[in-house]
């Protein structure tokens, strides 16, 4: 007699589908102390490393959510989209490449414009995402941003750029970097309007956004160790050859030459943005500030 008798019921299989056993996207590395993070942790400090602070990039979306109350807003100019005025061809035909970068991205652009509420200030918001081709801009984007600082001009409401850009956008050329001036132009209106414009520097901003609308913030805020300058420090170094000194174009290195605001942790900023908010849109302040600009007129006669 055996000790053990078998069960005539056999185990039954499981089906193979549920049969694996799912790691992908549970860890994530930190690119700044190789330490392994759960990502369903990361996404709740806004990806930013607990241990080292590491800020992992984030997509434009993310952002908005990130910003508006309640993570509410309404996507604007959506349908402005870049068309190949140049018929350029690069390692692809650009029609190619705009389409490519459309599907992978599932952006309609390297800038998506939103609308709604920050801290209860009517905020119009643009952000920027390094997965549409570099985060280049090309005329939509800088339509786009222009668009969206004429709406706050009629609207009387707060501008916020976050930028993260790989500079203009080779293909189109010379219009592209025409949204430079015509940014800028447009930027000067909302000064004059005494509308706030809040620039946000996050890695990398480079090349002819950080040229124009970029370094052109009331406040001008970085996310820190951002990668943040025109041309590349490797370019710089054989222009000038000259040895460039450590963390040369980060965010530090900028705030301690006067060219940044403040550095602020992503998890600090939606507050630091409200309290910005809350200063620059106050009526009292504003009107305060009118009055002055009307008795300095008056003084000098024109
Ligand atoms: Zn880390």
């Not at 019921?9 to 190789?34: S, Y």
């Not at 509308?195 to 996050?202: A, E, G, K, R, W």
Request: charged letters at 25%; aromatic letters at 6%; one cysteine or more.
């Amino acid at each position: 007699m055996p000790w053990f008798s078998k069960k005539n019921k056999q185990i039954e299989a499981v089906p193979a589908e549920e049969r694996t056993v799912k790691t992908e996207n549970v860890f994530v590395k930190c690119e700044g102390c190789e330490e392994h993070l759960f990502a369903r942790e990361l996404e709740e400090s806004l990806q930013v490393c607990s241990h080292c602070g590491h800020h992992f990039r984030i997509g434009a979306r993310e952002r908005l959510t990130m910003l508006f109350d309640d993570g509410k807003f309404e996507e604007l100019d959506s349908e402005v989209i870049s068309i190949d005025p140049l018929e350029f061809t690069d390692t692809k035909p650009y029609p190619d490449r705009l389409r490519q970068a459309k599907k992978t991205s599932g952006l309609p652009e390297a800038i998506i414009n939103a609308r709604g509420k920050v801290g209860n200030h009517l905020v119009l918001a643009g952000a920027m995402d390094m997965s549409f081709i570099g985060g280049s801009m090309g005329s939509a984007v800088g339509e786009k941003v222009t668009r969206l600082i004429e709406r706050a001009l009629r609207e009387h409401g707060a501008v916020i750029i976050f930028s993260t850009s790989g500079g203009a956008r080779m293909q189109e050329g010379a219009l592209s970097l025409m949204q430079m001036a015509k940014i800028s132009a447009a930027l000067a209106e909302l000064d004059q309007a005494r509308l706030p414009f809040i620039s946000v520097l996050t890695d990398p901003t480079t090349g002819g956004v950080t040229a124009s609308f970029a370094m052109l913030g009331d406040m001008i805020l970085a996310e820190p160790k951002a990668l943040i300058g025109f041309a590349g420090p490797r370019v710089i170094e054989q222009t000038i050859r000259q040895k460039l000194p450590k963390d040369f174009q980060r965010s530090e290195f900028l705030l301690d030459h006067g060219m940044v605001d403040a550095i602020v942790d992503r998890r600090e900023l939606r507050t630091e943005i409200i309290k910005l908010l809350n200063f620059m849109m106050n009526p009292e302040i504003s009107s305060n500030s009118e009055m002055e600009r009307l008795r300095t007129r008056t003084a000098s006669g024109s």
